[in-house]
């Protein structure tokens, strides 16, 4: 780590790292004892399901639980924690066991995974990142393990529980329930329901938030309060505009009970903001539910979790930044606090490159695929938000759509966060002093 972080910088590092996660996967899933068939998956679909687990996202082109072997399945896993909690979390982790010092090298590495504006702490912070992690991802499996033993029996349920705990946490998606039903099957079911949502909605907060909550602070940070409430009004907004476009869809709600109706919605709200599973058949929904789901599957998650999209914060600089224009106020304030400059520009680069990407995906797609631009839109918006929600076409992309779909999920992971690192990077002390003269441009 140390000869490679001398010669590339921290992002390229990562970028990097990454990479050769998917391709170890990848290798072990082409194995003949990873599926079921004992011939191993071919290798565009190998990368394909490697880049979805590595990348948090949950789009499969093969069903997990009927294709694979347990052998496949513990790689899969694998690979969702390693990806959703940063490889380098777990590097520094494994060098901190075998005595080793934190060069200052590995800290500026950290500091780019867990997307830290500074080096300080970042080592103290890592160690909080796997001790929440692996709190949240026991109780799941606690939690789910009695819940299902009375249906599974208890080798089963133990196993489920810890599946689905660490698929949901660290907002994968990938599920053990069999032909791509993901969790159909519990619609109904307040446990499984509100277990799940808890992991996916807390790992999608942000390490920095769970901490913060967790140390009992009287006063949380501005990046808190940020989160909790965009995340918070998202989540409402997303209910109640499923629940009212389709509570009457006899292929979605409409045929439960008004509980179950609330749960539903709740939960397809909250999925869509990055963590991938469905318990309805999304597939069924109107056109206008799915439009209001891909604006979900944007935004995102937060800055620091295991989610992806533009994130909360982001988008919140934006909206903040156009309300401000509207007003002609040259500052942007949230609740007595101007954000820097630096900050709304970072969030309208990651934006406009966001937006530019989806696009290009979606006119590659819209050529190469045998569906219409709805479903395609969904899928593309889904890959670079690392949600993994699907009208039903990935199983059967052309091999230049899988191909599409493998780069914008690598992107929509890494992206934001590499991007945010290089526009931060200062100028040299000679080009800091140039300055050039104003002419002013027609806008609007």
């Known amino acids: 780590m140390n000869a490679l972080g001398k010669i590339m910088s921290p992002s390229r ?10 391709v170890f996967g990848a290798l072990l899933l082409t194995l003949p004892q990873a599926t079921q068939d004992g011939l191993g998956l071919t290798t565009l679909n190998a990368v394909f399901t490697a880049t979805s687990a590595v990348c948090v996202t949950g789009l499969v082109v093969v069903d997990t639980a009927t294709t694979f072997t347990l052998f496949g399945q513990w790689v899969i896993l694998f690979l969702i924690q390693v990806g959703g909690l940063g490889f380098m979390t777990f590097a520094t982790l494994f060098a901190m066991i075998l005595g080793k010092k934190i060069t200052l090298k590995e800290r500026l590495l950290l500091q780019e995974a867990l997307n830290q504006v ?15 992690s692996f709190a949240f ?3 799941g499996t606690l939690i789910l393990t009695l819940h299902w033993y009375s249906d599974f029996g208890f080798s089963k349920a133990l196993y489920y529980g810890l599946f689905h705990s660490i698929s949901a946490f660290n907002n994968a998606g990938f599920d053990l329930m069999g032909n791509f039903t993901s969790l159909t099957a519990f619609v109904g079911d307040p446990v499984v329901n509100i277990t799940i949502m808890l992991l996916f909605i807390c790992g999608g907060l942000g390490f920095i938030v769970m901490a913060d909550l967790l140390a009992h602070r009287k006063k949380f940070r501005l990046h808190t309060k940020i989160v909790l409430l965009v995340s918070g009004v998202l989540i409402l907004l997303g209910t109640v505009i499923i629940l009212i476009m389709e509570f009457a869809n006899p292929d979605t709600l409409g045929p439960f009970p008004l509980g179950t109706k609330i749960m539903a919605a709740l939960f397809q709200s909250a999925t869509s903001r990055t963590a991938g599973f469905n318990t309805i058949n999304i597939a069924g929904m109107y056109d206008t539910t799915l439009l209001s789901m891909i604006v979900l599957m944007f935004i995102g998650a937060s800055p620091g979790g ?19 224009t509207y007003r002609s106020d040259p500052h942007v304030v949230f609740q007595g606090r101007t954000l820097p400059k630096d900050v709304i520009q970072k969030a309208w680069a990651v934006t406009t490159s966001a937006l530019f990407l989806v696009f290009l995906v979606l006119s590659i797609l819209s050529h190469t695929e045998n569906s219409d631009l709805r479903t395609v839109f969904f899928e593309v918006t889904s890959a670079f938000g ?46 800091a002093h140039i300055k050039y003269p104003d002419e002013r441009i027609m806008i609007g």
């Open 13 to 22: 590092v990562l970028v990097l790292g990454f990479a050769v996660l998917i």
């Open 118 to 132: 500074s080096v300080e702490g970042v080592v103290r912070l890592m160690k909080s990142v796997l001790l929440i």
């Open 137 to 139: 991802e026991a109780m």
């Open 306 to 324: 295991t989610g992806g999209g533009i994130k909360t914060t982001t988008f919140i600089a934006i909206f903040l930044s156009v309300l401000s």
């Open 386 to 431: 690392t949600v993994g929600l699907s009208l039903g076409i990935t199983p059967t992309l052309s091999e230049v759509g899988k191909m599409a779909i493998i780069l914008t999920m690598f992107i929509g992971r890494l992206g934001p966060l590499t991007l945010a690192f290089v526009l931060s990077q200062k100028k040299n002390k000679q080009e």
